[in-house]
């Protein structure tokens, strides 16, 4: 009868384990629900595995790393594994350092195909030594058609490396699935420069363009006199104009905007001149009239005619020499270079480093702001000053009266979505706009407007383009082009991915002084304790079983 039970028993737990391995269980208890997917993903994933999608996924983060990547590698393998619930992805892992040289050559490659290079770390040993090592922080993503390489570190230098691979771990997620609707999506938006305004030529906007060109179809024109001629555009960018904006090209970006098109506005409040100000040591600051500033206002926000100085800010190279045959450069803090601050709430920003911005001018909200969500993306920090133009900008004058620095947080750049009213409501279309639509009064629609058409320039070099933000100078990267990228990937959202960029994740770390000091103790409990437990229930056991054969014993 008892061997009956135990085999019943034993089926039982046989066919229970079948089943269950077909069901997936999991609770997530951690505080800031880490490893849960949100309903944005597992909407899009959903979508993707009723299209019959599958993925394969490739992580390159492995073998022998620090702490620090083993748990970024962790997390993107259980990320993965998650997101295999809901759509179909086949899961590989490598060492990289394990393969062979042409196989290392080969990912090098790849790597390089798509701009990213493997990562140099650099570690204390604890015996006065550093131990160098190639780490490969990415993850190659492909399906039936294409693939794309993810990088799965968020890199920036003036943060420490726990920092950055926090933060990697708070936008884990908006990277792949970013990475996912990459490959899903046939039809990409389009994005297109407006010239024709005195807007940077492209070679100044070209490593943005380069940027975007993973995510979007980027163009570069004019405005014809046809009203719908933007409609095919998810997005315009108006790059730092000079030159005044005529009635037909209001009435058409008014028009976009009030048919739901979306706009970047990158607008220098003030006209200077940079080649003055290096041949002459000086230049003027005049208030720059665009003939825009009616709309803006319309739209409820207004660029100030004055010029931003921040201590925090950008070295300049200066030759103090009076010799014209003898140069003698030294390099001072340029007060009218602001690093801008960005916000720690909002998705465009979040995680994001000091954004460059020379010869920023404040920026503010006006009007009634019902029907719109008005953010601010950045700012200075708590030591600036507004200097009103006209003004003179003289290099001959660079030591700040840090008394005067009084001021914080003065806006620079913002974004408004919600709706906005028409410049031309109950207005007459312009003469030389050819159209056949009736003009809407009131539209729905997204706009992001930074008060410093430099900050949105890179650099060039020899013909080529720098890397935008990068100053060379301090031969320091800022967080400029990833600004822009997602400030451009917000305004053409239509799955909502950027706001995956909010998650947050408590950084916890050991306190390293104090595990030093109690590393023996911590030994002998960690071997100690086990071993312990171990005996006691094997004590409870002998005792429990001597007792209960004792006792039939006695009643025998």
């Known amino acids: 009868m008892k061997t009956n039970y135990y085999i019943l028993t034993i089926l039982c737990l046989v066919v229970l384990n079948i089943a269950l391995t077909s069901v997936h269980l999991r609770a997530d208890l951690s505080s800031d629900k880490r490893y849960t997917l949100s309903e944005t993903s597992r909407s899009m994933l959903r979508g993707f595995d009723n299209e019959g999608a599958t993925f394969k996924a490739d ?52 790597l390089s195909d798509f701009g990213y290079h493997p990562v140099q770390v650099y570690e204390n040993t604890g015996n ?81 363009q380069q940027a975007l060109s993973r995510y979007c179809d980027v163009y570069y024109g004019s405005l014809t006199n046809d ?51 290096s041949t002459q040591g000086f230049t003027p600051v005049l208030p720059l009239d665009l003939n825009i500033h009616d709309m803006l206002f319309k739209y409820g926000i207004r660029i100030n005619a004055d010029l931003v100085q921040d201590l925090q800010c950008l070295p300049l190279s200066v030759d103090m020499s009076a010799d014209p045959n003898q140069h003698d450069y030294h390099t001072l803090p340029f007060t009218y270079s602001p690093l801008l ?14 954004v460059s911005a020379p010869f920023a001018s404040t920026v503010e909200f006006v009007g009634d702001s019902e029907g719109q969500d008005r953010r601010l993306l950045l700012a200075t920090s708590s030591n600036s000053r ?9 290099l001959g004058d660079l030591s700040p009266d840090l008394n005067a620095f009084n001021r914080q947080l003065l806006p620079v750049a ?22 056949s639509r009736q003009t809407l009064a009131q539209g729905n629609a997204r706009q992001v407007v930074v008060a410093c058409g430099n900050s949105i320039r890179n650099e060039v070099q020899s013909g080529k383009p720098l890397p935008l933000g990068y100053d060379r100078v301090s031969k320091l990267q800022f967080g400029n082009r990833d600004f822009f990228v997602n ?64 006792n039939n014993i006695q009643l025998q």
């Open 59 to 110: 992580l390159w983060l492995a073998g022998g790393l620090n702490a620090g990547f083993s748990g970024l590698s962790r997390a993107t393998a259980d990320l993965l594994r998650e997101m295999s619930e809901w759509v179909d992805i086949e899961i590989s892992t490598y060492s990289p350092n394990e393969l062979s040289d042409s196989e290392q050559e080969a990912i090098i490659k790849q």
């Open 128 to 208: 006065a030594e550093r131990r160098q090592t190639i780490v490969y922080p990415f993850l190659r993503l492909a399906d039936s058609k294409r693939s794309v390489v993810v990088p799965l570190l968020l890199n920036d230098p003036t943060q420490s490396g726990a920092d950055n691979l926090n933060h990697s771990l708070e936008s884990l997620e908006y990277t792949l699935m970013r990475a996912l609707s990459e490959l899903r999506t046939d039809k990409r938006p389009k994005v297109a420069f407006i010239e024709g305004h005195g807007e940077l030529p492209e070679i100044y906007t070209l490593d943005l």
């Open 487 to 550: 400030a451009i990937l917000y305004l053409t959202d239509r799955h909502e991915l950027l706001s995956l960029r909010q998650k947050s994740l408590t950084l916890r770390l050991l306190n390293r002084q104090l595990t030093r000091q109690r590393l023996t103790l911590n030994r002998i409990v960690s071997i100690l304790l086990p071993l312990s437990l171990l005996a006691i229930a094997a004590a409870a056991v002998g005792l429990t079983r001597k007792r209960k054969y004792t």
């Open 414 to 435: 913002v974004s408004i979505d919600g709706e906005f009213t028409s410049l031309f409501a109950h207005r007459l279309v312009p003469d030389s706009v050819t159209t």
């Open 386 to 394: 507004i200097t009103a133009a006209p003004a003179r900008v003289d």
């Open 227 to 277: 009203a719908g001629c933007l409609d095919d555009f998810s997005c315009i960018v108006i790059a730092d104009p000079t030159q005044p904006f005529s009635e037909r090209d209001k009435y058409i970006i008014d028009q976009y905007i009030m048919h739901s098109g979306n706009v970047l506005w990158a607008i220098s409040g003030v006209r200077f001149s940079e080649q003055v100000l």
């Open 341 to 354: 601050l960005t916000a720690t709430d909002n998705p465009i920003t979040r995680n994001l480093p000091q």
